[in-house]
């Protein structure tokens, strides 16, 4: 994953209390987004 994950678009949550929700799948792929950049980083330096 090399690009950052996009939030849900407005309307895409349904707001029942799906499992997951969209903005769990979100939040995880953001989660490993940010620990793929912080490892380009210390590999940079």
Not at 12 to 29: Q, R
């Amino acid at each position: 994953m090399s690009e950052k994950p996009l939030p849900p678009a407005d309307g895409e949550c349904c707001e029942s209390a799906c499992e997951p929700c969209v903005w769990d799948t979100y939040y995880e792929e953001l989660r490993e987004w940010k620990e793929e950049q912080k490892k380009k980083e210390s590999d940079e330096n």
